[in-house]
């Protein structure tokens, strides 16, 4: 472990900030589509479980890029 690493402390730049909150956005675009794309094959409900991959993508990406970690 390094010497200088305090827990808990912002660990990331604006650049990667900007990243993980543009992978929150396709995440959630993705989310949409799918849904989208369900609905209009007339998917069983089932399948709509599917969208929790996207979803998560689009939940860790902004959680990240809010507490900059």
Same mark, same amino acid.
């Given at each position: 472990?390094? +010497?200088d690493y305090l827990?808990?402390?912002?660990?990331?730049g604006p650049n990667e900030v900007r990243r993980r909150r543009r992978h929150?956005?396709?995440g959630?675009? +993705?989310t949409v589509l799918c849904f989208v794309l369900l609905?209009?094959?007339d998917a069983p409900r089932f399948t709509r479980l599917l969208l929790a991959f996207p979803f998560l993508m689009a939940t860790v990406g902004f959680v990240q890029a809010h507490n900059e970690t």
């Amino acid at each position: 472990m390094k +010497a200088d690493y305090l827990p808990g402390r912002r660990n990331i730049g604006p650049n990667e900030v900007r990243r993980r909150r543009r992978h929150g956005f396709i995440g959630a675009g +993705a989310t949409v589509l799918c849904f989208v794309l369900l609905l209009w094959v007339d998917a069983p409900r089932f399948t709509r479980l599917l969208l929790a991959f996207p979803f998560l993508m689009a939940t860790v990406g902004f959680v990240q890029a809010h507490n900059e970690t």
